[in-house]
T-cell receptor
Framework: GQQLNQSPQSMFIQEGEDVSMNCTSSSIFNTWLWYKQDPGEGPVLLIALYKAGELTSNGRLTAQFGITRKDSFLNISASIPSDVGIYFCAGPEGSQGNLIFGKGTKLSVKP | DAMVIQNPRYQVTQFGKPVTLSCSQTLNHNVMYWYQQKSSQAPKLLFHYYDKDFNNEADTPDNFQSRRPNTSFCFLDIRSPGLGDAAMYLC?????????????FGNGTRLTVT
């Protein structure tokens, strides 16, 4: 099946720094989704991308749907302590469109 | 207000003792999913219901079953939990299976097997 390769695995940054993470696939996706998961909670949808080349913002978060449809990136500007968590990219796979996830990027923010 | 509600938040069961996890939704979504998430891993789809139509993933063990008695509720039954089944179980819903219909997750049930 399709796989999503997410990098980096983890990041340790200082409060106020910008963050960038990305997700790649060997096959084409029609949708890219970015979720954030806090410890002990379920994933929460941050941004949904539906069109190649699309650039979408949600507050300090910006995500882009790569033009090749095989990648996406998520940027966080001016990070704050509550940005701590695991960020997952996800996309629908196969004829039924079941969502598959990347392995996540664990973000730690030092105040 | 929470729209996908999972109960309980924490469940402890004994090895081999059947356990049921529940999920309810107020979104009136057609599709309900169950994911298993082990520590430091991505969520993995076990199965989903599209309305009343049950769709099992090929690699989901027979030990895992599901029921959806109505639109709002869906249950995950683990017939004989093993130590390897300890995980966070996430329920999610979506309006349809179309790629532009994102999933909405509950807060999960963390299962411990002793």
């Amino acid at each position: 099946g399709q796989q999503l390769n997410q990098s980096p695995q983890s990041m340790f940054i200082q409060e106020g720094e910008d963050v960038s993470m990305n997700c790649t696939s060997s096959s084409i996706f029609n949708t890219w989704l970015w979720y954030k998961q806090d410890p002990g909670e379920g994933p929460v949808l941050l941004i949904a991308l539906y069109k190649a080349g699309e650039l979408t913002s949600n507050g300090r978060l910006t995500a882009q749907f790569g033009i090749t449809r095989k990648d996406s990136f998520l940027n966080i500007s001016a990070s704050i302590p509550s940005d701590v968590g695991i960020y997952f990219c996800a996309g629908p796979e196969g004829s039924q469109g079941n969502l598959i996830f990347g392995k996540g990027t664990k973000l730690s923010v030092k105040p | 207000d929470a729209m996908v509600i999972q109960n309980p938040r924490y469940q402890v069961t004994q090895f081999g003792k059947p356990v049921t996890l529940s999920c309810s939704q107020t979104l009136n979504h057609n599709v309900m999913y169950w994911y298993q998430q082990k520590s430091s891993q991505a969520p993995k789809l076990l199965f989903h219901y599209y309305d009343k139509d049950f769709n099992n993933e090929a690699d989901t063990p027979d030990n895992f079953q599901s029921r959806r008695p109505n639109t709002s509720f869906c249950f995950l039954d683990i017939r004989s939990p093993g130590l390897g089944d300890a995980a966070m179980y996430l329920c999610a819903t979506s309006r349809s299976r179309a790629s532009n219909s994102p999933l909405h997750f509950g807060n999960g049930t963390r299962l411990t097997v002793t």
